[in-house]
């Protein structure tokens, strides 16, 4: 048998219901305008109908997940109801922020704000069924005729417990069934794997402070790359693809374009997200969606009380995110650095922060420098802020600058991410203890755990530069070449790698690659100028000139000159163009810069056998600032002029401050011992003293006819060794 309702007299609750522009029709589950069917999912439709049963009053968020999701069906409730609302006000052309449909009560619920004709009047019932408030359920409770009934039935309490019991049956068995759909259908077993790549799209940002303007996508992408299940395609892949597209490189990377660049690269999956503001309550939104089909595999969402709980949303939608496409939770537990722990706090600094990277990656040394400086005021423990200012200020040869930041950033250390501490801890012994061997092992570490990271490689590339070791210096600048085609620092050191193994149409190849790129670094040009002078192509020579005259590169290009007029014999040529370097330094705020160009100078007058002119020269730089570079240039141009003494004081009190050293140690302070005992005769105590510096093969390759003589211990004028102009060293990233 089965239970039918005992027929009333009072006639049904009108169905249609009219609403501004708009007509809802319950018993169809239809909602048009104008006439035309607007298409409308169930369960937004469902927030629609109760909100017109109810206008004026506030629907609690806890009424939409009853009405929604009866039972524990493993759903995320409020991703569910915040997902239902935004494409109800997608449909009826609503917003958030200025509601003309669907008013917003935070932490509360919703409200219908708009006058309706021909509302169901649903009569109240006695007790609820729920057995709490009556306003809880609207609903009355079924009538059951009693003489269908196969199970004995009892007036008064007893009709009301069977009417439950079998309520609660129905219940169960719909959740059951809704529990077992909804668990496979929301959260797939298998969303991602291991091999899918994923491209990140730009935030939506829908709140009035620009400050989330890429900051988000950028904090994201520090939280997704220390997972190692989820495999996100770097930027320099994307910039990449939209060349081939015809579109900039620096085009916003909205839901559309993104979709169209990851069905290029042929990725898996395309990761949105999206902030909204409401008073002082921030809404934020991933979502994970297919490229091919355009299905979404994940949603997540979380919410902040202020500004400064963004940040902290988005860490824990992100780890939602990465649960919900596959990632193991004990992978997520074990990966799972906060975002404000593993960058930054202020929203407004990781934004400073983004745009000194962006700058930097153009080889923009020194204009990249407020960024990171203000990224610092805004957060005083920013440890990423201060490595990345301290090797910028490695980079432009001001190594007390450099030692000061880097060392900051190590002593806040604990502040980062596992990628993080790797960048910090290895530019720490790489430019405060200068321990090459200690570096090279955490860069390799770096490079083997996260083999998509492209500053180990650019790194590593440099530091085999450093060594000597070219072949692998190749080898890693061509990778890093390879993981970001648009990055100034791999292009730069890759030239000097070719210059040095006098590959020079490779290294031409490389740097018209570099400007097809738009790429237009300063290290570039400066190589450039190299290698036409080893060809005798003055022609060149002078386009680079002119092209660094009116840019913070101008001393570098001019200590170049020096260099080269020195080397054909035009001293006072090059006497002018030091001086002039010099002057260009102190204009741009590098004072430890322009003692190195009086060393340099003071070096040449010593090769030139003008005594008293270089020990002018060198006291000169050495009273000027107390850096490792000027006083190691300075005691070589000393030991040359006749002041043996003088120079190996130097060079004991530099070995005593710097012993772990590797390149002072092992080569410049013995070249300078070696430079002092000629000056005295010892000629055999000369080579005997050099011979140690055998295990570093800084003379491989021939960068042409350059001033070997000028700089002994080099083999081009911009090594990394400190006996050279560490002005126009090309650096690490």
């Not at 007036?155 to 077992?180: D, E, K, M, P, Y």
């Not at 949105?272 to 979502?287: C, F, N, V």
């Not at 801890?425 to 090459?436: C, F, G, K, M, P």
Request: proline share 5%; charged share 25%.
């Amino acid at each position: 048998m089965q239970f039918t309702p005992t027929q009333t007299s009072n006639p049904p609750p009108p169905r249609l219901i009219r609403f501004g522009v708009f007509e809802a029709d319950l018993s169809a589950g239809e909602l048009r305008k104008g006439g035309s069917k607007i298409r409308l999912q169930e369960q937004p439709f469902q927030i629609l109908a109760m909100l017109l049963e109810r206008p004026g009053q506030i629907v609690t968020r806890d009424e939409l997940r009853s009405k929604l999701w009866p039972g524990d069906t493993f759903v995320d409730f409020e991703h569910g109801v915040n997902s239902g609302v935004a494409r109800l006000r997608e449909a009826l052309g609503d917003s958030a922020d200025n509601p003309r449909y669907i008013e917003t009560l935070p932490r509360r619920g919703y409200r219908l704000i708009v006058s309706v004709d021909g509302v169901p009047q649903a009569p109240t019932p006695t007790a609820s069924v729920n057995g709490g408030d009556p306003s809880l359920d609207s609903r009355p409770a079924p009538q059951v005729d009693a003489t269908n009934s196969p199970l004995p039935v009892r007036a008064g309490a007893g009709g009301a417990q069977f009417t439950w019991r079998r309520s609660l049956a129905l219940t169960v068995v719909a959740a059951v069934l809704l529990s077992i759909g909804g668990y496979f259908y929301l959260r797939p077993a298998h969303a991602l794997t291991e091999t899918d790549s994923v491209v990140l799209a730009d935030f939506t940002n829908s709140t009035p402070d620009p400050v989330f303007d890429n900051t988000l996508r950028q904090a994201l992408a520090v939280k997704l790359v220390d997972s190692p299940f989820l495999n996100i395609v770097p930027d320099e892949r994307m910039r990449d693809t939209l060349r081939f597209m015809g579109r900039s490189a620096d085009e916003r990377l909205t839901t559309v374009t993104t979709r169209e660049v990851c069905q290029r690269l042929s990725s898996k999956a395309m990761l949105a997200g999206s902030i909204t503001q409401l008073d002082d309550h921030y809404s934020i939104l991933l979502e994970a969606t297919n490229c091919a089909t355009g299905d979404s595999l994940a949603r997540a969402g979380a919410e902040a009380v202020g500004k400064a709980g963004v940040l902290k949303a988005l860490d824990t939608t992100a780890a939602d995110i990465r649960r919900k496409l596959g990632e193991s939770l004990s992978s997520i537990q074990k990966n799972d650095v906060p975002i404000e722990q593993a960058t930054t706090t202020s929203l407004e600094g990781l934004k400073a922060f983004s745009l000194g990277q962006a700058a930097r990656n153009r080889g923009m040394e020194p204009q990249s420098i407020p960024y990171f400086q203000n990224a610092i005021e805004l957060d005083p423990n920013f440890a990423m802020a201060y490595a990345v200012l301290g090797q910028v200020y490695a980079n432009m040869g001001e190594n007390a600058f450099s030692v000061e930041y880097t060392q900051k950033a190590f002593d806040r250390r604990e502040r980062a991410s596992e990628r993080e501490n790797f960048y910090i801890s290895s530019h720490y012994y790489e430019n405060v203890t200068r321990d090459l061997d200690r570096t090279t092992q955490i860069y390799e570490l770096w490079r083997s755990t996260f083999p998509r990271d492209v500053v180990p490689a650019i790194n590593l590339g440099e530091l085999y530069l450093s060594l000597g070791q070219l072949d692998k210096a190749v080898a890693e600048l061509t990778d890093a070449r390879r993981l970001d085609p648009d990055n100034d620092f791999a292009y730069g050191n890759l030239l000097f790698a070719y210059v040095d193994l006098n590959r020079l149409d490779e290294a031409k190849s490389t740097f018209d690659q570099a400007r097809a790129r738009g790429l237009d670094g300063p290290d570039l040009h400066l190589c450039r100028y190299i290698i036409a002078f080893d060809e005798g192509d003055a022609a060149t020579m002078k386009q680079q000139v002119a092209w660094a005259s009116d840019k913070p590169a101008d001393h570098d290009m001019r200590t170049l000159e020096a260099a080269t007029s020195a080397y054909v014999g035009r001293l006072r040529a090059a006497e002018e163009l030091f001086r002039q370097a010099e002057d260009s330094a102190q204009r741009h705020g590098r004072k430890e810069t322009a003692a190195e160009e009086q060393a340099l100078a003071a070096l040449v007058e010593a090769e030139f056998v003008r005594p008293g002119e270089a020990r002018q020269l060198a006291k000169a730089s050495l009273n000027a600032v107390k850096s490792i570079q000027v006083h190691t240039v300075a005691a070589l141009a000393l030991a040359l002029s006749g002041e043996a003494s003088a120079a190996e004081a130097i060079a004991t009190d530099l070995g005593q401050r710097f012993p772990s050293d590797t390149l002072l140690n092992a080569v410049d302070l013995p070249t300078i011992r070696a430079a002092a005992e000629l000056s005295r005769g010892n000629a055999g105590e000369a080579l005997r003293l050099l011979q140690a510096t055998q295990a570093f093969d800084l003379s491989k390759g021939d960068s042409g006819r350059m001033p070997i003589r000028i700089f002994p211990s080099c083999s081009r004028p911009a090594p990394n060794t400190p006996a050279c102009t560490s002005s126009l060293r090309i650096g690490g990233s």
